[in-house]
């Protein structure tokens, strides 16, 4: 499990890449076929999924609430009523793993483009970042909201690139299973959020009691003056003057 995490952290930093959107926005995602990745959808919306291929094969846990149509290079989703399940495509000997979920209080995906990464290609991109030296700096904050604690630990920053990583630990305090695909973990200026960034975590759930390392990845942004924003089902906390 842990080799898979620093697979996705090698994803995050590839966000130098692209631009950031916000969720309801067009939104890219970066995968190798391996994580799970959660797209929110409202009721009477369409929501496309973009892969840059023709889909061969489409799996909807939960066929009888969402209508899935293929087109050219892609999917449209549109779903029938609140309920959650997991979706599979299958094309060119490539897998992609989504988990459908309503929007709530988030606003919903309308357009997610998907790039596809090679695992070797992630490999290699993470050796050759193996030798920066790095400047860590211990922070300390802590939020806790709806059976969810988010801990602040360091914050650390590549001597020879634009790329600051930011690190924290979640813990489930509730007494349900909890999937960190639900939790969105950002940061903040003047209310906005900061470009080109994006939130991983080791662990894809958690139980009760049970805890999780995660990392925000920013490329190409000072973080002085920024906050960390927490949403969790619908609630939404934030961590004041904790960067400076």
């Not at 995602?29 to 840059?52: A, D, M, N, P, W």
């Not at 909890?178 to 950002?186: D, F, L, V």
């Amino acid at each position: 499990m842990r080799s898979n995490f620093y697979l996705l952290v090698v994803l995050g930093l590839l966000g130098c890449f692209q631009s950031y959107a916000l969720v309801g926005e067009k939104r890219t995602i970066l995968t190798s076929g391996e994580k799970v990745h959660t797209i929110r959808y409202q009721l009477g919306q369409s929501t496309v999924i973009y892969f840059g291929m023709k889909p061969e094969t489409v799996i909807c846990g939960n066929k009888n609430y969402f209508h899935i149509d293929k087109i050219k290079e892609g999917i449209t989703i549109q779903a029938g009523s609140n309920f959650s399940t997991n979706l599979t495509v299958l094309s060119q000997g490539r897998r992609f793993l989504f988990y459908l979920t309503p929007a709530n209080a988030a606003k919903p995906d309308t357009f997610v483009e998907i790039r596809w990464i090679p695992p070797r290609e992630a490999k290699r991109l993470l050796t050759s970042t193996a030798g920066s030296k790095q400047i860590v700096r211990d922070i300390k904050g802590h939020l806790k909201m709806r059976g969810l604690d988010v801990s602040l630990i360091r914050e650390i920053t590549a001597s020879n690139t634009k790329r600051t990583i930011l690190e924290f630990e979640v813990k489930n305090s509730g007494n349900d299973l909890m999937k960190t695909a639900s939790i969105q973990i950002e940061l903040q200026k003047a209310g906005r959020p900061i470009p080109r960034q994006v939130a991983l975590f080791e662990l894809e759930e958690l139980k009760p009691n049970v805890s999780s390392k995660g990392r925000v990845i920013i490329t190409g942004s000072a973080l002085k003056g920024s906050s960390i924003t927490v949403k969790y089902q619908g609630t939404t906390g934030s961590i004041q003057g904790v960067v400076y």
